[in-house]
């Protein structure tokens, strides 16, 4: 192993302390890469950070970064990675642990030359377990209706685990909205259209380990919708790269 940084995971949050504790515990344990763990939060009140602190005496690399971008989870990601050192950048919440298991499938096949590897949760073994009950089934189905009309390569576009080459927002320039992860619905329809070599791991999803989601119905509809619409409008460009871009882990979940 190197000096060098291979990956660093940029883990946004609002007041996750009770999660924090627990995918902390586990990231440093399954990781044998050199490796920084980077939590984004927007208030310096957020009872994230005394975990933080706690478990960065631990393991030096766990830090905490204090978003000032302004609020929302892209801002945070964006805060994240122009504090990160890593080779991959791999975005994911706190309140799901099924991506960690996922991890060394994602940097396999960054390593064979991918550039964006996003998860999946409906396909190829993936799965959810928990998550809200009008939510969930929204997503599912969005996300079926959006892989056979638009041409997309990804089975589940708008899921918010993805691990990316930290130089991919040089050619990607992101326009969503600050409205919960949207803008990785985004970066899946362009990172394709722009002829990226992309892969896809399946996962288990365990949502919400600890406290209640702050899903906004109204507001991430009309964002994820936006998205939508984009992609069904570049459905030609989507069609001409979906067969040439997308590996696929094997599924062993």
Known sequence: MTSKT??????PVRNEGANLKVILRILPAILD????I???YDSLNDNSIP???SMGMMHPGIKGVHNQLG???MNAFLSGISKSKGDYILLTPADDIGPVLAIGDMISLMNKGCQLVSCTRYSHGGRVLGGSAI????SRIANRIFYWLSC???????VGIKMMRRDILDKIKLESNPV?????FELAIKAQINGMKLGEVPIVSLNRLSGKSSFAFGSWVREYSRWFYYGMKNYARLKNTRKNVVMRAPAHL
């Open 38 to 40: 980077l939590v984004i």
């Open 6 to 11: 291979k990956l660093s995971i940029l883990i």
């Open 135 to 138: 939510g969930r089934p929204l």
């Open 33 to 36: 890469v050199k490796h920084e």
């Open 71 to 73: 609020k929302g989870v």
């Open 180 to 184: 919960g992860f949207a803008f990785a």
């Open 152 to 158: 997309s390569a990804f089975t589940d576009s708008t």
């Open 51 to 53: 975990v933080i602190n």
